[in-house]
């Protein structure tokens, strides 16, 4: 790529530069370089901020003849590695940047610290690069959280936690354990599963990972104890004023102190 100018202003900085002619590019459709060229165009791509200002880089690339007869392209526009996506107005670093913004925040916050770094995007847009990234690919935990939560009024569902990174790996409708037992035996390599009190969670758990140490988690750990105080407390209610001391009375000490002041 030869850069032939760049504008600063205090509005944006403005780099033209055009792809040099002689180097060959792969066709998008069979990779075969062709360096035959049929037109030129223009296209205006957004980078990060340099300096705090917004980049523009307005770049002028090749349309070209693909010299491979079985292909079904005729014609294809040629790409920058590093720098052009096809049907992408924006580079590869700034994609990454909303993206990675994106899942921190979501919309409408990724939209607002994206202005702060001044790269204006609604929250729409920020939303729907957020739903193209692509999911990481699903790897059994070694510590597995499974706990109920409920959908609406009486609906509940399931919801599998990678207790070690926190963070979640499916939802599932229903408290089911045939469905939890499943879920394991496809996804092997459960060593420990944190869960509630639950025997439908206990049989799941049972019967598809059956070499895996069942635990109760910290919440349900509480809430357990502090429910069986309660009960304790509350059977032995009656038996509490018995044990606890009397109070003293301060008609003694009125007496004593009435007589140091005669």
Partial sequence: MLVVSADVSDAVVAVRARTRSSVPAGCTGCGQLSAWCHSRFARRLADVTLGGRPLRIDLSVRRLYCENRTCPKVTFAEQVPGLTVRYQRRTPQL?????????????????????????TLSR?????????????????????????FALYGDTYGTLLVDATTRLPLTLREGRDAEQLSHWLREHPGVEVACRDGSLTYRQGITAGAPDAVQVSDRFHLWQGLSRRVHDITSAHGGCLPAVLPRPRTDRGVGRESAQVLE
């Fill in 95 to 119: 994609q990454r940047l909303v993206e990675a913004i994106g899942v921190v925040l979501a919309g409408r916050g990724g939209a607002r610290m994206l202005r702060i770094l001044n790269v």
């Fill in 124 to 148: 729409c847009t920020v939303l729907s690069q957020l739903m193209r990234v692509p999911l990481p690919p699903l790897e059994a935990p070694r510590v597995l959280g499974v706990d109920d």
